[in-house]
């Protein structure tokens, strides 16, 4: 990661192309640049470490176009319904159809005012559903996240490789940073990106603008209305703003009284919806029921009594998710918003900060939510939050004692240290620790202080774990934690035959076991014990151990499974999914790619004989 482009940049002018460095001018403010990925600044997960992750997207395309299952290209964890429909999946909060799983933020070297973006997709496009610009705006620090495209998932294209180029917004303003948003739940299978090309003009005139992302401020209390009604019910994906000026320290004593309670002009025209005035206070407290949590927070600014039935309404609100705004959560909205949050038990602040400019959002704010839900929240979600550090955690897990679900995956702000102060929360069940810098003596204290009470870990991509001695690692898993339902060891390397037998045989409760790519595994000496447990998903993707034999003892012990990954098991035959198919009558899914003793006619058989089951079978072209 890290890494530059091994090619030369190019200019499109009206003559020749010109390597960088030359002077090819167009009709535009400036020369016309293009730019492969110079860095892969921050994503939200990858499937491998070495082969189908983020630094694949470094430089020009690798494999394009070529179109197949590649190592070269980038991957994201996972795709379709699968994940969400496994004992492991953690529910929505409020509700939200927020439908962006994934994001990735790439850096290029030189800023430039964009005008297009070449997404280079090589297996299952159509992925990808928003692309954002981050302006360099100098010390200005109202810039945020841009839209300069959006659209959605786009199903059924030919399997072939595309170089996806929607028409971007037009901007004014110069960034190197981009970021791209995926929707992969409706895909297939694994999609991959093989590069992404950036092409804008590099101008040394002052012809770029900053963006204020507060224009708001200015706007008139019945136009904020107007906005906010016109798109903030439930049921829109991302329900209004959550912008600063709708939620300024200001706004706190009761917003702009100044055009009552009515919903008159908008911009200079005349809203039809009649006066609110005259609607009873427990008709609209039902309304602003239905509305998301930001949308509701920029209406009660528009006048006195909207104020206070947001306030009201806020009081009763159980839930709240904040990952569909997390491009405009700054601290101020963090302080303007917990006051209101002392009734609520589940909190989402997933991806607020993962590349904050300027400090606009710290773990300050962070602490002021922790002040307020305090012991009643049980739920607390901090994906790809940066800004969660050490103390942060610390003061969270002080707080917020009665957690029931804690999630810090790939909080790369946290050291080894911060994993013990988790071993706190005595009531914890669900805690996901995907890609985080925990060590032996951090899962230790996990294990020792909440293990009881543990249904599901998730210790994916966990590499420093991996670095420990085995037997200090994983081992506590075993001894403490009988309650186990699913547990995820995604590229654990250092996990033995003896760990998981002991898991087995000591989790009695265990539904789900993810050992994909754990290739010190050997599945003919510990899947007997496993098919003890009332397992319904088991990944044992890329281990070659697997052969028939493990399939027939799945068959006659575990009628339970539900879903089971093979790829890449040479030992595996027709006769062994057969029994399979036979014995496990739930079967919804198996993948079998690069299975290369089942031949495709079978996979077509059995896709006819057993309508209900999702056969997949990757392939390079």
């Known amino acids: 990661m890290g890494a530059h482009q091994d090619k030369p940049l190019r200019r499109r002018g009206k003559g020749p192309d010109t390597a960088v460095g030359g002077s090819t001018k167009d009709d535009g403010p400036g ?3 293009e ?3 110079a ?15 983020h630094s694949k997207l470094v430089g020009p395309t690798k494999v394009f176009p070529s179109y197949g299952d590649f190592v070269d290209a980038m991957v994201v964890r996972t795709y379709g319904q699968w994940w969400q429909t496994c004992p492991s999946a953690a529910k929505l909060i409020e509700g939200s159809t927020f439908r962006y799983r994934d994001f990735i933020e790439l850096e290029y070297s030189d800023p430039v005012i964009p005008t297009a973006i070449e997404i280079f997709e090589t297996y299952n496009p159509g992925g990808v559903v928003r692309i954002l610009a981050l302006p360099v705006a100098g010390k200005d620090s109202s810039c945020r996240w841009q839209v300069l495209w ?3 998932v786009v199903t059924g294209l030919p399997d072939k490789a595309r170089c996806f180029k929607p028409e971007l917004r037009a901007v004014k303003f110069h960034t190197n940073l981009i970021r791209l948003e995926l929707d992969s739940e409706t895909l297939n299978y694994y999609a991959e990106i093989d590069a992404v090309k950036m092409v804008g003009y590099q101008t040394t005139e002052d012809h770029a603008v900053a963006v204020n992302a507060a224009d708001d401020a200015t706007m008139s209390a019945n136009a904020l209305l107007y906005r906010v009604l016109s798109g903030a019910r439930r049921g829109h994906s991302r329900g209004g703003s959550f912008s600063a000026a709708a939620v300024t320290d200001g706004e706190a ?3 702009d009284s100044s055009d009552g309670g009515g919903a008159g002009a908008a911009d200079g025209n005349v809203l039809e919806a009649g006066s609110f005035d005259m609607l009873p206070d427990e008709l609209l407290l039902d309304i602003l029921e239905t509305f998301l949590t930001p949308a509701l927070l920029a209406l009660g600014r528009v006048c006195r009594r909207f104020y206070w039935a947001v306030t009201t ?3 009763f609100r159980t839930k709240v998710d904040l990952k569909p705004h997390y491009e405009s959560v700054t601290d101020s909205a963090l302080r303007y918003l917990a006051p209101k949050l002392d009734s609520v038990k589940e909190l989402s602040l997933s991806w607020i900060g993962s590349t904050a400019p300027f400090d606009l959002v710290t773990g300050a704010g962070l602490e002021e939510v922790a002040k307020v839900v305090g012991a009643q929240l049980t739920t607390l979600r901090l994906a790809c939050c940066s800004i969660v550090t050490d103390d942060v955690l610390a003061q969270i897990c002080a707080r917020c004692v009665n957690l029931v679900e804690l999630d810090v995956q790939r909080c790369e702000g946290l050291t080894r240290k911060a994993f013990h102060y988790i071993g706190g929360l005595k009531h914890l069940e669900r805690l996901n620790l995907y890609s985080t810098f925990i060590r032996a003596e951090g899962l230790l204290s996990i294990c020792e202080g909440c293990g009881p009470s543990l249904k ?3 210790l994916g991509h966990c590499n420093h774990l991996q670095k420990s001695p085995e037997a200090a690692s994983l081992v506590p898993i075993a001894t403490h934690c ?5 547990l995820c060891l995604w590229f654990n390397r250092y996990a033995s035959d003896a760990t998981v037998l002991e898991i087995a045989r000591k989790c009695p409760l265990l539904e789900e076991l993810d050992l994909g790519w754990c290739s010190t595994i050997r599945a003919p000496i510990i899947v007997r014990d496993l098919a003890r447990c009332p397992l319904k998903k088991l990944f044992l993707t890329a281990n070659r151990s697997v052969d028939d034999e493990c399939l027939h003892i799945l068959a006659n012990s575990c009628p339970t499974l539900e879903q089971i990954d093979v790829l890449g098991s040479k030992g595996v035959t027709a006769i062994g999914v057969n029994a399979l198919l036979l014995g496990c009558p739930g079967l919804i899914f198996i993948d079998l790619s690069f299975c290369a003793n089942v031949e495709s006619a079978q996979l077509e058989q059995w896709r006819d004989l057993y309508p209900n089951l999702t056969i997949k079978r990757s392939f390079t072209r």
């Open 31 to 33: 020369d016309l640049l």
């Open 35 to 37: 730019q492969w990925v």
């Open 39 to 53: 860095e892969v600044t921050n994503f939200s997960s990858e499937y491998g470490k070495h082969a189908y992750c």
């Open 150 to 152: 959006e659209g959605p």
């Open 253 to 255: 004593d009761g917003g």
């Open 313 to 315: 309404t806020m009081r």
């Open 456 to 458: 599901h870990i998730d």
């Open 482 to 486: 009988p309650n186990l339902v699913s």
